[in-house]
Nanobody, 126 residues
Framework: QVQLVESGGGLVQAGGSLRLSCAASGRTFGTYAMGWFRQAPGKEREFVAGINWSGGNTYYVDSVKGRFTLSRDNAKNTVYLQMNSLKPKDTAVYYC???????????????????WGQGTQVTVSS
């Protein structure tokens, strides 16, 4: 069982930056691929970025490439999503998720992840 707690959300002006953190419980964190999803009001939850167990491979949705950077520190059981050049369309609740079935594969669908955090709100004003 893994528990995930996100932090770092908030209100920022367009062009600004935020860094989201996701702290995980459990000694097996280093065996999980991790992902970030987001959900805006009235929209489906969408994949944002994912990282494999070692941090050696990452994958981003096209809309955030070059602006967001995902990293992980397995010694601290934490993943980080650095978000730069934020845009109003990035406004959403951001969720951290962990996939236990494969530490190499980075899933892009919510059903490929087994554990979820409670979410953190990111609001980007124009």
């Amino acid at each position: 069982q893994v528990q995930l707690v996100e932090s770092g959300g908030g209100l920022v002006q367009a062009g600004g930056s935020l860094r989201l953190s996701c702290a995980a419980s459990g000694r097996t964190f280093g065996t999980y691929a991790m992902g970030w999803f987001r959900q805006a009001p009235g929209k489906e939850r969408e994949f944002v970025a994912g990282i494999n167990w070692s941090g050696g491979n990452t994958y981003y949705v096209d809309s955030v490439k070059g602006r967001f950077t995902l990293s992980r520190d397995n010694a601290k059981n934490t993943v980080y999503l650095q978000m730069n050049s934020l845009k109003p369309k990035d406004t959403a609740v951001y969720y951290c998720a962990a996939a236990s079935r494969s530490r190499w594969y980075i899933g892009v669908r919510p059903d490929e992840y087994d554990y979820w955090g409670q979410g953190t709100q990111v609001t980007v004003s124009s």
